[in-house]
C-alpha cells in the first residue's frame, strides 16, 4: 500500500513543470533512523524519569495572556514551544533548558510560517494558482530561513487538506479542491520547508496537516465532524500526504475533528494504520491545539486521562495544549498499568531523535545578530515578488482594457476596503510580518505610474465580522466606524471616484474573514462591496476590480458589469507592486483557477472531478432558477495574448502493465506579447469496476513563450495515472478499456484522443 500511495504521488513529478526523479526514500525518515541518531536517543531515553518523558511529549504556547512556562521548562515538563518569534527570547528559555533542567535537553520551538514569516509570500491558495510547484518551494525556502534564524525549527506546514467547499475558511490555506495539484505543491512545500534532508542548515521540519479528511467539513463549517467514504478517503484526501511523506516530512499534524464517529487524534485508523502502515511515515505526530483534551468534549473520552491514553495508542505522539495538556497524565497511566511504558519510549525516541537531526544538542541557540541580516535580506522580496506575479489569475478582461496604458490616465482612484490595508494585502496567519516592508495596491499603483499621474485613495466601506475569532488575540481588528464616519467615508470614496480618470476598484474579504474560524454561510462580497461597486460604475469612468480574498466569492451583479477582473488572492508582502506590474503590462498574469468557482453559495459543494450521471447532458441544468456549471471552471485563467494547442499526439495507443505513454502537444503563442500558459492534461475511464470522476487531472505544465514562438511539450502517463481504490474491493485497481485524454487549458479542454489500458483487471494491492 505505502508503495502505491508514494507510486502515485510521485507521477506527479512527471507532469509538472517542477519535474524531477522523486527521492529514493524519506529523506526525514533516513535522518531518524540513522543508527547513530537512534543510539543517541536511546542513550539519553534510558536515562530518562517517567514524568521526564511525559515532558518531552508536551508542547505549550509561550504567548502572554498564558502563565509562564519558565519552571515548566526548567523541571522538564514540556518538550516543544510554539509562538516564539524573538531570538532573544527564544534564547532566554533554551538557556533555561540546556543550563538548568536536569537532562539538558533542548526545546523545540515551532511556529506557524504558513506563508512567510517576516517575508510575507502569497497565501498558499494563491501559490496553488501558480500551477508552479517551483514557486512554491523557493517561497517556503525563504520562509524556513528566516523562521530558522530566529530560533524556529519547525513549522505547522504545508497544509494540504483538500478542499471543495469554499465556504471553508481555512480553504485558503490549502492548494485548493485537485488532488493532483495538491500532492505536487505539497511536495514542492515540504522539499522548500526541510530542504533535502531533516536538519538541513537555513531549513526547518515540515508538519503537513491536517491528517485526515479535514477539508471535507458539512456545509464548509470548522471543526464540524465529518463523514468520509473509503474512495474519498483514498482517491481524493490522501494523495497530498502520500506526496508530503514521500517528500521526507518529519512532523504530521493530527486532525481536531471526528472522523467517522471517532476523533482523528485518536483514531487508529489513520494514525498507525493508514499513516505509519500504508503511507510509511517514519516522524511523529502532534496533536493540533488543545486536540485531546478536546475529545472530552466530543463526548469520546471519559476524562483527560482516558483522551491521553487512547491518543498514545492510537498514535499521536506530542499533544498541542494552551495550559494543561492531557499527556501530563500518562505518568499515572503507566504506573497503574493502563499504558505500556514501551509505547510511551516509543513517542519520545522519535521526538529526540528530530532533536538529534537538527543539531540542536550541538547548536541550540540563535544566532541573534545573524537573525536580523537575514530578515532583512533584500533577495526574500525579491522572491515574494515574483511569486505573487505568478499566482495572479486573471478572470476577466472584455475588449482587452487589460494592461492599461501607464501614460493614458492623469488621474488614477484605488477605491476599496482593500486598496490602501497592509494587513489585507498579506492575508491570514500573518503574525509577525514587515509592515513596513509591505507595498499595498495603492502604493504599487502610484510608484508604478510616479510623476505620471495624480494616485488617490480612499477605502469607502470597512468590512467586519459578526461574530470574533479566537484567532484576533494575535491580529486585533481596527475598531468599527460610527455610523457617521461611514457615511463620510463612503461619500469620500464615491467623490474620488467621479473625479477621476480611471478606477482600480479593489474589493475582498479582511484578512479575518478568511482562514482557521473564518467560515462564511454567504460568498456575496461582505459589508456594503456592492453598494460601493454600484456607485464607481454609475459613474461611467473606466475601471478595474482586484480581489483580494480566500476563496472564490459570488460575483452577481458584478462579472456581467466589471470589463475587467484580476483575482490577486491576498498576494504577500510585495503584492501591492506585482498587482500594480500586471495592471499596466509589466508582466502578463498566467496564474489558474486552483478551484472550481461558483455563481453563489448554493451550488457548493462543486468541483470539476464529479461523476457522471444517468443524465449528463443536462449536467448544468440541475436547479431551475439558474445554471448548476460553474462561472469559472477549475485551471480558468486569462492571459494578455493568445495561444494555439495542437491536438494530442500519443506515441503508443495502449499503456501497458507497468509500461508509460507519453503524450504530446504543441503550444503556440498567436499573440503581440510574451505571455505564460498552463497547458493541462485530463483523463476519463469509460468502464470499469467502478465509475470514475468525468475528468482528473493527470499533468500540468507552466510555459512561457515570447510571440509567436511555439514550443512541444509531453507528459507521461503511467499505472499510477490510471490506478484508483475501489471501496467494495478495499484494493487499488487497474481497470482496462478505453480512456478519454483531453489537453487545453482549464478543466473544460476540448482537444481529445483516447488511449487504451491494456491487460487484465487486477487488483494492484489490499488493505
Known amino acids: 500500500m505505502k508503495f502505491l ?11 509538472t513543470a517542477a519535474a524531477r526523479p522523486a527521492p529514493a526514500a524519506a529523506s526525514a525518515s533516513l535522518a531518524t533512523e540513522d543508527p547513530q541518531v537512534l543510539a543517541r536517543a536511546d542513550a539519553l531515553l534510558a536515562r530518562m524519569t517517567i ?64 506563508h512567510g514569516l517576516k517575508t510575507i509570500f502569497p497565501v498558499p491558495l494563491g501559490m496553488a494558482a501558480s500551477f508552479d510547484p517551483d514557486v512554491a518551494e523557493q517561497a517556503q525556502s525563504v520562509a524556513a530561513r528566516e523562521a530558522r534564524a530566529v530560533g524556529i525549527g519547525w513549522t505547522f506546514g504545508p497544509m494540504i487538506d483538500v478542499a471543495r467547499d469554499p465556504r471553508w475558511g481555512r480553504m485558503v490555506e490549502g492548494a485548493g479542491e ?25 531549513h526547518v521540519i515540515a508538519g503537513p496537516k491536517h491528517f485526515a479528511g479535514y477539508g471535507a467539513s458539512p456545509g464548509g463549517r470548522d471543526y464540524d465532524s465529518l463523514f468520509v467514504s473509503d474512495a474519498e478517503l483514498y482517491n481524493v484526501y490522501l ?108 513517542s519520545v525516541r522519535r521526538i529526540l531523535a528530530a532533536k538529534i537531526a537538527m543539531g540542536l544538542f550541538e547548536k541550540p541557540y540563535a544566532d541573534e545578530a545573524e537573525a536580523k541580516r537575514v530578515l532583512a535580506d533584500p533577495a526574500h522580496r525579491a522572491t515574494a515578488e515574483r511569486a505573487a506575479e505568478r499566482s495572479l489569475v486573471l478572470l476577466r478582461n472584455e475588449g482587452g482594457l487589460l494592461p492599461l496604458a501607464p501614460g493614458a490616465h492623469k488621474k488614477v482612484a ?57 484567532l484576533e488575540m494575535f491580529q486585533p481588528p481596527p475598531p468599527a466606524w460610527t455610523a457617521e464616519r461611514r457615511a463620510t467615508e463612503f461619500q469620500q470614496a464615491v467623490k474620488l471616484a467621479g473625479d477621476s480618470d480611471l478606477i482600480v476598484l479593489a474589493l475582498g474579504e479582511a484578512r479575518n474573514q478568511s482562514g482557521e474560524r473564518a467560515s462564511a454561510s454567504d460568498l456575496r462580497l461582505p459589508g456594503e462591496q456592492i453598494k460601493l461597486f454600484e456607485a464607481v460604475a454609475a459613474t461611467g469612468k473606466p475601471f478595474v476590480v482586484v ?3 480566500g476563496r472564490p466569492l459570488d460575483l452577481t451583479g458584478i462579472v456581467d458589469r466589471a470589463p475587467a477582473i484580476l483575482e490577486g488572492w491576498y498576494p504577500g508582502t510585495r503584492g501591492g507592486t506585482a498587482l500594480a506590474r500586471a495592471l499596466f503590462g509589466d508582466i502578463n498574469p498566467g496564474g ?43 485551471g480558468h485563467g486569462l492571459s494578455y495574448t493568445s495561444f494555439r494547442i495542437d491536438t494530442p499526439v500519443l506515441d503508443t495507443p495502449e499503456l501497458k502493465p507497468a509500461g508509460r505513454l507519453t503524450v504530446s502537444t504543441t503550444i503556440t503563442n498567436t499573440g503581440a506579447r510574451a505571455g505564460d500558459e498552463v497547458v493541462q492534461l485530463y483523463i476519463h475511464q469509460r468502464a470499469g469496476r467502478a465509475s470514475r470522476p468525468v475528468r482528473e487531472l493527470r499533468g500540468f505544465q507552466r510555459v512561457t513563450l515570447a510571440a509567436g514562438e511555439s514550443r512541444k511539450i509531453s507528459f507521461t502517463l503511467d499505472e499510477a ?26 478543466a473544460k479542454a476540448d482537444l481529445t484522443t483516447t488511449f487504451v489500458v491494456g491487460g487484465a483487471p487486477r487488483t494492484v494491492a489490499a488493505r
Not at 5 to 15: E, K, Q, W
Open 5 to 15: 500511495l508514494l507510486a502515485a504521488a510521485s507521477a506527479v513529478s512527471l507532469n
Open 51 to 114: 514524568e521526564e518523558k511525559v515532558g518531552q511529549l508536551a508542547q505549550l504556547f509561550k504567548i502572554p495572556v498564558l502563565p509562564s512556562v519558565d519552571d515548566k521548562v526548567r523541571s522538564g515538563q514540556v518538550g516543544s514551544l510554539l509562538f516564539i518569534t524573538d531570538p532573544a527570547e527564544a534564547n532566554r528559555l533554551q538557556k533555561i533548558a540546556m543550563t538548568e533542567a536536569r537532562l539538558k535537553i533542548p526545546l523545540l520551538f515551532g511556529f506557524d510560517v504558513l
Open 178 to 202: 485537485d488532488p493532483f495539484l495538491g500532492a505536487a505543491m505539497a511536495r514542492a512545500q515540504v522539499r522548500g520547508f526541510q530542504g533535502p534532508r531533516l536538519g538541513t542548515p537555513g
Open 239 to 346: 494523495p497530498p500526504f502520500a506526496a508530503a511523506v514521500d517528500a521526507g516530512a518529519g512532523n504530521v499534524m493530527s486532525a481536531y475533528m471526528d472522523f467517522n464517529d471517532v476523533p482523528a487524534s485518536a483514531s487508529p485508523r489513520l494514525l498507525t494504520d493508514i499513516l505509519r502502515g500504508e503511507l510509511g511515515f517514519k516522524g511523529w505526530v502532534v496533536s493540533d491545539a488543545n486536540a485531546i483534551h478536546s475529545q472530552v468534549k466530543q463526548h469520546f473520552a471519559a476524562d483527560a486521562g482516558d483522551a491521553a491514553v487512547r491518543a498514545m495508542k492510537a498514535g499521536n505522539d506530542m499533544e498541542m495544549a494552551l495550559l494543561a495538556p492531557a499527556f501530563a497524565t500518562l505518568a499515572d497511566s503507566v504506573k497503574a498499568g493502563k499504558l505500556p511504558v514501551e509505547t510511551v519510549d516509543r
Open 414 to 470: 484605488v477605491i476599496g476596503p482593500m486598496a490602501d490595508s497592509p494587513d489585507d494585502t498579506v492575508g491570514p496567519w500573518a503574525f509577525v510580518y514587515d509592515r513596513d516592508e509591505t507595498v499595498t495596491l495603492f502604493e504599487g499603483v502610484r510608484d508604478r505610474l510616479g510623476r505620471g499621474a495624480s494616485v488617490q485613495t480612499a477605502a469607502g466601506v470597512q468590512l467586519a465580522r459578526s461574530f470574533p475569532s479566537g
Open 547 to 549: 480581489l483580494m480574498n
Open 592 to 634: 489558474k483557477l486552483p478551484v472550481t468557482w461558483p455563481r453563489s453559495a448554493g451550488q457548493v459543494p462543486i468541483f470539476y472531478a464529479h461523476n457522471r450521471s444517468q443524465a449528463p447532458e443536462t449536467q448544468a441544468q440541475r436547479y431551475y432558477d439558474q445554471p448548476s456549471s460553474p462561472l469559472f471552471a477549475f
Open 721 to 746: 495515472s490510471v490506478k484508483y481504490w475501489h471501496s467494495e474491493e478495499r484494493a487499488w485497481v487497474i481497470d482496462p478499456g478505453t480512456f478519454d485524454l483531453w489537453v487545453g487549458t482549464d
